[in-house]
């Protein structure tokens, strides 16, 4: 019987989420309507325009083969931000909202009511710690302001 990994892969550049929509803007200019799967190519192609945008360093490559550029890719890839079918790469809809400088989770508050008792609650509880505190340094000796 085999046995999964129990832990997860996490690329590089994905512990550094600031850049993505430069990433994704990068990866659109060259992999979109193109086939990814296996172009080196179009890795290659994808890891300069990386460098353009100052996203990676440019440096001379160990392989030269655009492994980071796939690295890249594979993160988005990851986040759920593109996809390929019949050979070809599309955005999905969290994608293109990425590119379209749209919010990808909106929160809509439904009930101000319920933000209200909360925002009370916590005043009380807030007043009571203040109540406390100057019991307690009073019952200490210590000086207090008002």
Known sequence: MTRGKDYWFVTRPKR???????????FCTVALDNQWSGNRKL???FEEELEKT????IGERRDASGSGGRT???????LGLWFEK????YLTLAG?????????IAIEVKNSKVIQAREDHNKEV???WIK???KWAKLKGFAYGV
């Open 16 to 26: 550094k989420l600031n850049s993505i929509p430069e990433v994704l803007a990068a």
């Open 43 to 45: 890795h290659i192609a």
């Open 54 to 57: 100052g996203t990676k360093r």
């Open 72 to 78: 890249h890719a594979a993160m988005l890839f990851g």
């Open 86 to 89: 019949d050979k070809k790469v």
């Open 96 to 104: 293109e909202a990425i590119m379209n400088g749209k919010p990808i």
């Open 126 to 128: 807030n007043d009571e």
């Open 132 to 134: 406390l505190i100057k």
